[in-house]
């Protein structure tokens, strides 16, 4: 499965109104012609003013279809003549993922079950970049011994993947928690656990990271994961 993840940066004050645009014209006239939209955030801590959203495929060549379709929507035209009335982007972002064997996510249209007690719901976002060769090796150790440990400790896993255009090299993957608090206290529990310290032992001799960059995101009110 692939997953297109866009990250777009807003001029200050202006997301908002972004946003409703797409609420109300946007997403609906993309929904009936692209890949079924996964999810979609707004960053609470790293660099703001900015939504980040995950659009998922099944069948890649189904993305051009769909964008060639959408742009030829009147609705999507009028989507994009406010957008330019608002003046509200400064910046997109878009890479191309392809989900892991233990991602949650493994189908297009696989609808969310929420696993969280509650409604309130903060993600961690994660993007780890690799020395190039390094990636398979850190995956395979934490499937096997990094993943039952946050299974069993952190919140609910909501994406794990790969890049497959973009920046190469990269894993990006969300853990879903009910709080900034719940999310401290987890990864504290989980900072302790005899199984996490195998896993690191067990990765560090390989030095396979480069980079670890984490955003807190949370869900605006019309996207599938809430």
């Known amino acids: 499965m692939y997953v297109e993840q866009r990250i777009y940066t807003a001029n200050p004050g202006k997301l908002p109104a972004w946003l409703k645009n797409y609420e109300e014209i946007?997403?609906?006239?993309?929904?009936?012609?692209?890949?079924?939209?996964?999810?979609?955030?707004?960053?609470?801590?790293?660099?703001?003013?900015?939504v980040v959203f995950l659009r998922g495929f099944d069948d890649i060549d189904d993305r051009e279809r769909g964008l060639a379709a959408r742009e030829a929507d009147p609705d999507w035209a009028r989507f994009r003549a406010e957008g330019a009335k608002l003046n509200a982007l400064?910046?997109?972002e878009a890479k191309l993922l392809k989900t892991t064997p233990f991602s949650p996510i493994q189908t297009a249209r696989q609808p969310f079950e929420r696993r969280l007690p509650g409604t309130g719901m903060f993600v961690d976002h994660r993007t780890y970049d690799f020395h190039p060769g390094k990636l398979n090796v850190w995956l395979d150790a934490y499937r096997d011994l990094g993943l039952p440990v946050q299974q069993r400790l952190l919140g609910q896993l909501l994406l794990f993947a790969v890049t497959e255009c973009g920046p190469i090299n990269q894993a990006v993957f969300m853990w879903a928690y009910t709080s900034l608090g719940d999310r401290d206290r987890r990864r504290a529990q989980m900072a302790t656990d005899p199984g996490w310290a195998e896993f690191q032992k067990a990765t560090a001799g390989a030095a396979p990271l480069k980079q670890q960059t984490t955003m807190v995101l949370k869900p605006v009110p019309f996207s599938p994961i809430r």
Request: glycine share 18%.
């Open 90 to 92: 400064m910046v997109q």
């Open 26 to 50: 946007g997403g609906p006239c993309s929904a009936r012609h692209v890949g079924p939209l996964i999810g979609m955030f707004t960053v609470e801590i790293g660099q703001i003013n900015r």
